[in-house]
């Protein structure tokens, strides 16, 4: 489990609506997994909202992959 804060970044993609595309972006203590952005970007920001930590669940993939298989996120 890792503490959190949580930021909504815009990138330049459009959406079918012509919005700006908005990801959320955690920033986890330590800067654990710094160099795995993609452990740390999600699309959903309300699911993450009102939380602060973060549980997440890793396997072993194929060629010796770490793979993430679920996370989960608490207050």
Known sequence: MYSFVHEKRVY???RSRGELEKIA?????KNKYEEYIWF???????AMKDKSEITYRFED????FRVLKHYEFTK
């Open 25 to 29: 972006y955690i920033n986890l203590e």
């Open 40 to 46: 740390r970007i999600f699309y959903d920001f309300y």
């Open 61 to 64: 993939g194929l060629l010796g």
């Open 12 to 14: 330049g993609g459009r």
